[in-house]
């Protein structure tokens, strides 16, 4: 499964961007965003079941994003909204693994990762 994420770019704070990720065939894995600005580790941002019911999302974007798919159209999408300058990294979308290897920011088991996409919130 091949991934490509778009939809990054500059935004003022308080704006909004959707980003979206597109898988290369159909899958019903676990998929999840994560973010990471410069100098700092990567870290966990959202995840979602494989049917969509589930979701789960990191302290710090919770209540401003919202992360969902459409599996018909093998797309998962990150809605982020109220963004603050502290929001600006690389976002990278990733398949496979379990909801702990998203939340637990280990990666351990994803076994598909996109190119990332830049965000950039100017305060």
């Known amino acids: 499964v091949q991934l490509q994420a778009s939809g990054g770019g500059l935004v003022q704070a308080g704006g909004s961007l959707r980003l979206s990720c597109a898988a290369s065939?159909?899958?019903?894995?676990?998929m999840g965003w994560f973010r990471q600005a410069p100098g700092k580790e990567r870290e966990f941002v959202a995840v979602?079941?494989?049917?969509?019911?589930?979701?789960s999302y990191s302290d710090s974007v919770k209540g401003r994003f919202t992360i969902s798919r459409d599996n018909a159209k093998n797309t998962v999408f990150l809605q982020m909204n109220s963004l603050k300058p502290e929001d600006t990294a690389a976002y990278y979308c990733?398949?496979?693994?379990?909801?702990?290897?998203?939340?637990?920011?280990?990666?351990?088991?994803?076994?598909?990762w996109g190119k990332g996409t830049q965000v950039t919130v100017s305060s």
């Open positions: 979602i079941s494989g049917s969509g019911g589930s979701t």
């Open positions: 065939s159909r899958n019903l894995y676990h």
């Open positions: 990733a398949a496979g693994g379990s909801f702990a290897s998203y939340t637990s920011a280990s990666d351990v088991g994803i076994d598909y």
